[in-house]
């Protein structure tokens, strides 16, 4: 395993940040903890990459322990923080030369590694870092996390705040890095992120709520959701909510997402009822279950 969590706790004052989290990350995987802001998930990340000491638990990566062998962890990983943290007066080739020389190694070593994602940038080698666009900061962050070649890769939300083209480019970058051999462990608050991934862990309020493959997650969830809609969405939402039966009603996209409590639930009734609540256009069908209907519900 390229990283073993065990029990990890960490409070910061009453406030528990992670409870008895545990879970595990084969060697070259791309595990993803899926969960909103103050799930946790960074201050894992800190304990990971030896920034944190844990309260309770023990963790190893590529099988250093977290506080006894901080220092060949620190030699090892490759750790993109959620905030740029890289030097913004410097240049995009100054940063890159800068990380290269503090693990003893250069550009040219490693150039194979980075060079997928290098050549998008090196256009701009000359402009200062704090210059670049969110996508471009991006790029030079990962080729700096890349640049001594580590074996496993923390990315804390390395999407947040970038446009969709970008984010889907990283992506791909994050896949070739993976045939590298690279184990990728990364964070994100987006749901859509979660599918990318070999298998993903649910993270809420410092617990972990389920870990499987997406794919998994989403087949095994039994309970039936219906896509519903009509032409006073903000009634629709009020009207859901009132129906006797309901379990779950929040919005999702265009629609609303229904969950009745009855396993004998009949949608002829629910519009029949709609109906008498003078809603018109309604449209009820069932859903595609996404990783963001299970995580609601969990």
Known sequence: ?????????????????????????????IFGLIGPDGAGKTTLFRILTTLLIADEGKASVVDYDVIKDYKAIRNSVGYMPGKFSLYQDLTVEENLSFFAT????????????????????????????GALSGGMKQKLALCCALIHAPKVLFLDEPTTGVDPVSRKEFWQMLKRLQQKGITILVSTPYMDEASLCDRIALIQKGKVLKIDTPQAITDNYEKVIYDIQSKNT??????????????????????????????????INLKTYLESKNHSEII???????????????
């Open 102 to 129: 503090i693990f003893g190694t250069t550009i040219e070593e490693n150039y194979e590694l980075i060079k997928d994602i290098y050549i998008q940038i090196e256009p701009f080698k000359k402009r200062r870092a």
């Open 234 to 267: 903000h009634g629709l939402i009020h009207d859901l909510k009132n129906y006797p039966s309901h379990y779950s009603v929040y919005a999702f996209g265009e629609f609303i997402h229904y969950i009745d409590k009855n396993v004998d639930f009949k949608p």
């Open 1 to 29: 395993m390229s990283i073993q969590v065990q029990n990890i706790s960490k409070s910061y004052a009453k406030i528990k940040a992670i409870d008895a989290v545990s879970f595990e990350v084969k060697e070259g995987e």
């Open 284 to 298: 009820i069908k069932k859903a595609i279950t996404t990783i963001e209907d299970v995580f609601m519900d969990l």
